[in-house]
Every structure is written in C-alpha cells, then in structure tokens.
C-alpha cells in the first residue's frame, strides 16, 4: 500500500508566479490535510478538506492561497503571486476518517523556493 | 489560543541509553489526543506513539513510552536504549476532537543526537 505522495518534491519559482503542490492521499483515505512548516519551526495547520469539499480553512492565508481535493484526482494547494515568505516544506497528510482518533500519515513534504 | 511548548531545542545521549523529551500543552477541551512524530533528515513525519486523553494508562511502542500527566498537562516521551536511528527532530502534537479545528497543533521541535 503506498503511502501520501506528493509532487514535485522541489519547486522553484520566482515572486509573481504561481507554485502548484500535488498530493494524492494513501489508498482508501478520502481526508486530507495540508500544513506548512517555515525553516526551524514546527508544523502550522493549512486546510483540511474531503473529496469535493474544504471542511476547515482556518489555517490558510487569507490571499493567494486555494486549496482543492477533487472528485477524481490529487489535491492540489495553489499558490498565487508567490513572496519570498512563501519558502516553506509544505506538507500533506491523509487519513481514513476525519475524527480525532485517526492517525494522520504524512507524505515527503513539497520543499518550495521562492527567489 | 492551543499551544505546544517543548522547551528543549536540542538534547543529546549516548547510544544505549535513555532520554526523555519533554513537551506541555495547553487546551481548555477535555477530549483530545496527544502524538509524537519523527523527522529524520529526509524531512518525512514518522508517527512515533500516540495516547488518548481520556486514557490513564500511558502509551508503549517497544523502546518508545510516553509518561502522560493530565493535570500538568504534560505528555514527555522516553526513547529507551537509544539508537543511532532515533537520530532526528521530536515534535510533539495534538488534536481536540470535534469543534471545527481539525487540524494538529504541533511543538517547535526537539533536535536529538545519538552519540555514538
């Protein structure tokens, strides 16, 4: 069984273009969870979502930033108009359920660069 | 606003021997669970142990333990016999249940060496 994927593992893009992360979720898990994590910081919950639905967002910047988990497909985290505060390991998680219990098994991380 | 403190930017032990993490937390819900993830260089969360607040018993996984203090709001983790392998940033986390916040409040992390 795969675990969480997520691509590119590197991205670099210049300030005013848009970064496109990828994850598909782990076979049979339809929750899935995006943080961020700036360099020597922990982890800051992003956005939690379901297929088709984005059911908590209160950890996500209010401007440039989307988040989407189709139907079919990856979830996708855009970023608009990158800034150089934009540099972070972003990552994303998956899980069964969206209860409290339920173990949340993070993929490789996407490592943006913002020059 | 849910916090995690983990107080101890760095800590180093001997191979073979024990060290305990340490991290407190705080939260007005009742009802949460507490984890430990791993990460390594390769910058990849490993879930270490997990406990459930409701649960007095303290967590085990083999050479992992945690020592859960309700109360104090404190969730320390033991490494014992130390390996090479456990090598790697600690966070400590948690997650209430229900009331919209879904996602895991993490620790600023605790960098541990193994010296060999």
């Known amino acids: 069984n795969a675990g969480v994927m997520q691509n590119p593992r590197h991205l670099v893009r210049r300030r005013g273009q848009e970064a496109r992360l990828r994850c598909s979720p782990m076979?049979?898990?339809?929750?899935v969870y995006w943080y961020r994590q700036l360099p020597e910081e922990g982890l800051k919950f992003m956005v939690y979502?379901?297929?088709?639905?984005?059911?908590?967002e209160s950890g996500m910047p209010k401007e440039r930033f989307s988040a989407e988990f189709p139907k079919e497909g990856p979830s996708i985290l855009r970023i608009q108009q990158v800034v150089r505060g934009d540099s972070a390991a972003y990552f994303c998680?998956?899980?069964?359920?969206?209860?409290?219990?339920?173990?949340?098994?993070f993929g490789p991380g996407t490592r943006l660069l913002v020059l | 606003a849910q916090t995690v403190t983990q107080s101890q930017p760095e800590m180093s032990v001997q191979e073979a021997e024990t060290v305990t993490l340490s991290c407190t937390y705080d939260t007005s819900e009742s009802d949460y669970y507490l984890f430990w993830y791993k990460q390594p260089p390769s910058r990849q969360m490993i879930l270490v142990i997990r406990q459930e607040a409701y649960k007095q018993q303290n967590a085990t996984e083999n050479r992992f333990s945690v020592n859960f203090q309700k109360a104090a709001k404190s969730f320390s983790l033991k490494i014992s016999d130390s390996q090479l392998g456990d090598a790697a940033m600690y966070f400590c986390?948690?997650?209430?249940?229900?009331?919209?916040?879904?996602?895991?409040?993490f620790g600023k992390g605790t960098h541990l060496i193994i010296q060999p």
């Open positions: 979502l379901q297929k088709e639905n984005i059911i908590d």
């Open positions: 986390a948690y997650r209430i249940l229900g009331g919209g916040a879904d996602g895991l409040t």
């Open positions: 998680a998956s899980s069964p359920s969206g209860g409290g219990m339920e173990t949340q098994y």
């Open positions: 076979k049979g898990h339809s929750h």
